[in-house]
């Protein structure tokens, strides 16, 4: 690897169930096997420098769902945070979670808190779950709030740019991605992070979630160094 690492990778970990379906097996298990690829990932991505992981992990069309597929997610996130507690402190990697989160169950809920108060003074990389998020709600959100500060004459119409409103998102104190990896083929943004991803650049493998391992996060890593990143600039002004 080069030292053109990006500052921050977003996944999109899609595929558990249509992995499942090619093995013979219930979706459950699917979602088990993806669990387990998490795990590897987040320590992976952390030996790599990277200083940014925000991962897909839940979103807010999920909780249409069957339910018992809905408690099994749930499930195996509450086991997540506490079996991989220890391993996110010892490695000094800070927990952060983005969207509605209280409407997580109860249990889930206070492990996720937890964990986050924990590891809320690590420095080495933040761990960034989209849980039960959704990124329109994320702006129309953000647009209530706005709205109401001008109403308290705390902000004014004119003084709201780009600037003012990223500070209005769940991820203001962030770096936009560098990086968003797409697994399973699909072409879709599917409601994440929309206003953070304007320049992003996209990477889709047809590698199934459960079934990415770390040659497959360094090939993406490898394409990335690949690409010219211009921001709206010519080829000249970079």
Aim: charge should be neutral.
């Amino acid at each position: 690897m080069s030292n053109k690492v990006p500052v921050h990778v977003a996944i999109i970990p899609d595929g558990n169930g249509r992995w499942a379906k090619l093995h013979g097996q219930d979706r459950t298990m699917g979602h088990v096997r993806g669990t387990a690829t998490v795990k590897d990932i987040v320590t992976f991505a952390k030996e790599l420098g990277i200083q940014v992981l925000t991962i897909y992990a839940f979103s807010d069309e999920n909780w249409q769902r069957p339910l018992a597929e809905v408690e099994c997610l749930m499930d195996l996130l509450k086991q997540y945070l506490i079996q991989e507690r220890e391993t996110i402190l010892k490695n000094k990697i800070q927990l952060r979670a983005i969207g509605t989160i209280e409407r997580l169950p109860k249990p889930v809920l206070e492990e996720l808190k937890k964990t986050i108060e924990l590891s809320s003074q690590n420095q080495e990389m933040i761990l960034n779950f989209a849980v039960s998020y959704g990124s329109h709600s994320e702006i129309i959100q953000a647009v209530q709030k706005i709205s109401q500060d001008v109403l308290k004459g705390k902000l004014l119409p004119e003084d709201i740019d780009p600037k003012v409103f990223c500070q209005y998102l769940y991820t203001k104190d962030l770096p936009d991605p560098d990086l968003l990896i797409r697994t399973s083929g699909e072409m879709r943004i599917s409601n994440f992070l929309l206003w953070q991803m304007a320049y992003t650049e996209f990477y889709s493998t047809p590698i199934l979630w459960p079934d990415f391992n770390r040659e497959e996060f360094l090939k993406a890593l490898l394409e990335y160094q690949k690409r010219k990143r211009r921001f709206g600039l010519t080829e000249d002004q970079i």
